[in-house]
């Protein structure tokens, strides 16, 4: 293995006697391309084409596939997976005669040519997340060397005929049912190889079950993963038909993981659920909007984990959910861990509990039930999560479990307690009358556990037991509780986390001195908030993020007092009052990495003392006063600069000087007047690199004599103005930005 690097790639080259076999090929973002020739004029028998990193890839280009195909005749390996320009394969792909592996996974391909069809030597074709693609070519049966296919995309019409062909397929992630004879589910019958994961799209498409008979699913013995899938469509539906082809859909007894999903019958066939299904572990039952009860799925012995979901005419789970018939001595659900319904709009009630059900459950999600009346089961020994989320109707009481950790309420205002699980660590609790419960139920049981309390959406008047958070606690989360008086008369040592929105009207000043570990700390909405409070030289010094937005009354922060030495990242947002940032920013946030200012618009200048000597990244948002000052000097340590409008008023930027010559990268958005980029100002920036223009409609001029010649990316969004000029080459402003090395106009590389 030999390798060698020049100024922009490092080339990993294997030799073989006189002869380059392999070129992979890994960018620096920041560097010198080289040209597209070069890379081959030495290679002249390659193997294997493998550019690691295509975003910063000069080959990243419209020119790139009629290039490699050209000159890389003996190619055995291809990739242009994550291609970030228009990929168009050119005819000529078909002369590689010798390819094995062609990777065009994540790439914007609408079309394959029929001349892929004469590679008789490719053995692995990924076509996966190419969402433009409709089709593959119609000849496709001829790759009869062909063992891996990916394909899976929701917006592939049908398969090509004949497919049945390629008997060599170990893996093929999906089958798109066509109507013709020649494309439709028979021709799975051919390829008796198939392994791993398996789903079969448009079964409304199968109108016999002895077609689908014919696909020998049951002959499959190496699939793992099935996923059966009828598309919503408003064909008049034989139920009996519907029934007998998911019937004649049967699996292989070692089958770990079914999904059904768009069913159209009005119940499930007996091997749904059988107990034959030793070793199925995972099995999801979703919009078979035709069943009006569920398959008996308790004697599955494997299964852990089951979804259930838009099942929309469900009125009941009964007893036939747990077992069959003659089934009397077998434990309901013995190894399910993981059970959700979610969607489920007529669910009504779920009765007939078995006491012995559900042994090892630990996690049960209930969402968007709103017809659900009760109840809920009464015992679950091991459960560890429960979620309940709009279920507006539900009357029920919370289960007795012994182990629950994790207890999530929220819209479901009528569930109550038997008593208040002393376990919980992790407690998200929304609504008013569960709100109110669960405050008073900590007045009373004071639980020594809870160590995460988020409060959501409360309008009556509520406080902590003794003006205290429970002694626990390390993360408390409150929004929506505009009423709640909030604990300041004591501290709360052991509080990491705070985050307070749209809540506790009456607090003027947020003591922090009373949380001296917090190491998060985020105000929004806090419509009478104005300053925050300390006492002599404390510091917070655990404190890493913080954050303060929306809050109209703020005004200052404080004048002495406020040190933060471990804070990362500072993030202020929409307060109208505030004029000044703190003093002596570089001694109080010594370690800040990361500066968010938006819609500050009374802020004027930076403070006095030095800002932050760690400071990397500035966010600077529609703060017009701000950014007009010529006072951005002490702001040199900065490397990333983002600029954000509207900035109504600003037609020309920057001005010359304003901006730190330290940046390495700048990015301007939405700046709604800004008509004329001014290179002036930007000519001192000796070490900027990188230049994002984006959402900028009224740029159209570049004013002076030339970017930076240190820029090596120049990107352009959205810059209607600007995108023209460029394409057209004007000659004004061509030769401004020509140097540039890698130029992008709207997520295209020219």
């Known amino acids: 293995m ?52 295509y975003r910063d890839c000069p080959f990243n280009n419209e020119k790139a596939p009629r290039i490699i195909v050209s000159m890389l005749k003996y190619l055995r390996v291809l990739n242009f997976s994550n291609f970030q320009g228009e990929l168009v394969l050119p005819d000529s792909i078909g002369e590689l005669i010798h390819l094995r592996y062609l990777n065009l996974n994540g790439t914007s391909i609408a079309m394959l040519p029929e001349s892929l069809c004469n590679l008789y030597n490719l053995q692995t074709l990924k076509l996966g997340f190419c969402y433009n693609l409709i089709e593959l070519p119609r000849n496709i049966q001829n790759l009869v060397n062909l063992r891996h296919l990916q394909i899976f995309s929701p917006f592939i019409k049908e398969m090509p005929k004949r497919m049945g062909k390629l008997n060599q397929l170990h893996d093929l992630d999906c089958y798109v049912v ?18 791993g994961s398996f789903s079969i799209m448009k079964l409304e498409n199968v109108t016999k079950g002895e077609e689908a008979l014919e696909a020998r699913i049951m002959d499959k013995k190496h699939i793992t993963c099935l996923y059966l899938m009828w598309s919503p469509n408003d064909d ?132 968007n039930c709103p017809n659900l009346r009760g109840y809920l089961p009464k015992y679950l020994r091991a459960l560890k999560t429960l979620c309940i989320e709009n279920c507006e109707l539900l009357v029920s009481s919370v289960p007795m479990a012994p182990t629950l950790r994790k207890l999530n309420i929220g819209k479901s205002n009528k569930v109550a307690f038997h008593e208040f699980p002393h376990l919980v660590k992790d407690l998200r609790i929304e609504g008013r009358p569960v709100v109110e419960f669960m405050m008073e139920a900590i007045t009373n049981i004071q639980p020594t556990s809870l160590q995460s309390l988020s409060l959501w959406n409360c309008s009556t008047a509520i406080s902590f037991p003794g003006d205290r958070l429970p002694a626990s606690l390390k993360s408390l989360y409150i929004r929506g509780l505009k009423k709640l008086k909030f604990p300041v008369q004591h501290k709360h040592e052991l509080l990491e986390s705070l985050t307070m929105i749209n809540s506790c009207d ?16 985020k105000i929004e909405d806090c419509e009478n908030m104005e300053s925050l409070l300390v006492l002599g030289s404390e510091s917070l010094k655990s404190l890493n993020y913080f954050e303060i937005g929306r809050c109209p009354n703020f005004a200052s922060f404080p004048g002495e ?120 100002g930007l000519l001192h920036l000796t070490s900027l690199q990188q230049l994002d223009i984006v959402k900028c409609q009224k740029l159209e001029n570049i004013a002076g004599e030339k970017l930076p010649l240190s820029l090596k990316e120049l990107n352009m969004c959205e810059c209607p103005l600007l995108k023209q000029r460029c394409h057209k080459k004007d000659r004004q402003m061509w030769p401004k930005i020509c140097h540039v090395r890698r130029i992008k106009i709207d997520y295209r590389w020219i």
């Open 178 to 195: 066509g109507k013709d004879k020649e494309n439709s589910i028979k021709e799975l019958g051919g390829l008796p190889n198939l392994h």
């Open 506 to 521: 009456s607090l003027k000043s947020l003591p922090l001195i009373n949380f001296p570990n917090l190491i998060d700390l």
């Open 561 to 680: 007092g406020l040190c933060m030495p471990n804070l990362t990242r500072f993030i202020i947002y929409d307060c109208d009052k505030l004029k000044t940032l703190p003093d002596q920013m570089e001694t109080v946030f010594p370690k800040m990495e990361y500066l968010h200012i938006s819609n500050c618009q009374q802020i004027e200048s930076f403070p006095g003392g030095g800002m932050p000597p760690n400071l990397r990244t500035f966010y600077i948002k529609n703060c017009v006063k701000l950014l007009s000052n010529q006072a951005w000097e002490c702001m040199d340590m900065v490397t990333s600069l983002e600029v954000w409008g509207p900035c109504e008023g600003i037609k020309s930027f920057p001005k010359e000087s304003l901006l730190p010559p330290s940046l390495v990268s700048l990015h301007l958005y939405a700046l709604s007047s800004l008509e004329t980029l001014d290179c002036k």
């Open 236 to 367: 008049i539906i034989d139920f009996q038909i519907e029934l007998d082809v998911l019937s004649k859909l049967q699996p292989h007894q070692d089958l770990k993981s079914l999904k059904i999903s768009g069913y159209r019958g009005t119940r499930f066939p007996e091997w749904v659920g059988n107990f034959s299904y030793q070793n199925i572990t995972s099995l999801n039952l979703e919009r078979c909007n035709n069943c009006c009860m569920l398959p008996s799925l308790g004697q599955l012995p494997s299964l852990s984990n089951l979804v259930i979901s838009n099942m929309n005419l469900v009125k009941a789970i009964d007893a036939g959910f747990y077992k069959k018939d003659g089934c009397s001595s077998v434990t309901p659900f013995p190894s399910l861990e993981y059970l959700s319904f979610y969607n489920m709009p007529c669910w009504e009630v779920w009765n007939a509990f078995d006491s012995e059900a559900f042994p090892v459950l630990e996690d049960l999600h209930i969402t």
């Open 2 to 53: 030999a390798m060698y690097k020049d100024s922009y790639c490092t080339k990993f080259i294997a030799w073989t006697k006189a002869y380059i076999r392999h070129i992979i090929l890994s960018f620096a973002r920041f560097s010198d391309p080289c040209s597209d020739i070069d890379v081959f004029e030495t290679a002249k028998f390659p193997r294997t084409f493998l550019p690691i990193n």
